[in-house]
């Protein structure tokens, strides 16, 4: 596993401070999540445990912790629209390994496992 | 109001729910998938709604506490009166609800049972073991009228 990876630095002569493949792949995970039809948004939980240091942001609802295998598992933590969950759970999932692919971390990301913990009946509702 | 329970269990006996428990979609090469009690306890409550001759789901304690809490904004009344168990594939299901007076209690609990079934299914994709429903009270017309205020 590459440490300090960027794919924004992964340009010769780039400024732009390393990131972490956790960090990466968290980003990209909840940005997928969140794109995805059916998805309202993520929940952090009621302490706020389940999130992400991003430097001085914070990723709601995205956990990635490195694996034995040297890849990193991603726990993601929806709250979803009343729609069948599990086929939302496997674009989810689509979009997410998409998403690593496209950033050339394909083989650094492991599981993705999805907790739904909350669903909104209203599609204008916001997220619990 | 004399309380009147219709305590009854659902066997899943449908060919899907029995294939359902034998090939789990929630754990996968790709990652696990889980579902919140929460999310199977308001999927019940919407469920239940949905059976016309349910008037409100919950005791009159929990009705009053749930009202309370709604108006500070901490409550929602789709989770009251459902409790639920969810194991890693199937859920089990307790609603207290009250009924209009006038419809048949059997019939009422029958088509809430029924509904709470498909839609747990449908949307979370777990077998429903059982669905036990408790009749707590009866509403009839005109009881959540306001009483006169002396002030106009």
Redesign the interface.
């Known amino acids: 596993m590459q440490e300090g990876f960027s794919p924004a630095a992964a340009g010769a002569g780039s400024t732009v401070p390393a990131v972490s493949e956790r960090l990466v792949l968290a980003r990209l995970a909840l940005a997928a999540a969140l794109s995805a039809p059916g998805v309202v948004g993520s929940d952090a939980g009621r302490l706020g445990t389940r999130t992400t240091l991003d430097g001085l942001a914070r990723l709601p609802g995205v956990t990635a912790v490195v694996l034995p295998d040297g890849r990193y ?2 726990s993601l933590y929806l709250v ?1 629209r ?5 086929p939302l ?1 496997e674009r989810v ?1 689509a979009l997410v ?1 998409r998403a690593a692919a496209t950033a050339g971390l394909a083989a650094a990301l492991g ?9 909104v ?1 209203n599609a204008g509702a916001p997220p619990v | 109001m004399a309380d009147e329970t219709t305590a009854a269990s659902t066997r899943a006996t449908t060919p899907a729910r029995a294939t359902s428990t034998e090939a789990s979609p929630l754990r996968t090469e790709h990652g696990t998938t889980t579902i919140s009690d929460t999310v199977v306890t308001k999927v019940a409550g919407i469920a239940a709604r949905e059976v016309p001759g349910v008037y409100a789901l919950g005791g009159g304690a929990s009705r009053a506490l749930g009202a309370m809490t709604q108006r500070v904004g901490i409550g929602d009344e789709r989770s009251q009166g459902v409790s639920v168990e969810v194991g890693e594939r199937e859920a089990a299901v307790d609603l207290t609800l009250v009924i209009e007076y006038g419809e048949s209690i059997p019939q009422v609990s029958n088509r809430v049972r029924e509904n709470v079934i498909k839609r747990i299914e449908g949307i979370c994709g777990l077998s429903v073991t059982e669905v036990n429903v408790t009749v707590n009270d009866l509403h009839f017309a005109g009881d959540e009228e306001l009483p006169e205020t002396r002030v106009q």
């Open positions: 598992g991603v979803a009343l729609v069948p969950l599990h759970a999932r390994a599981p993705v496992d999805i907790a739904f913990e909350n669903v009946e």
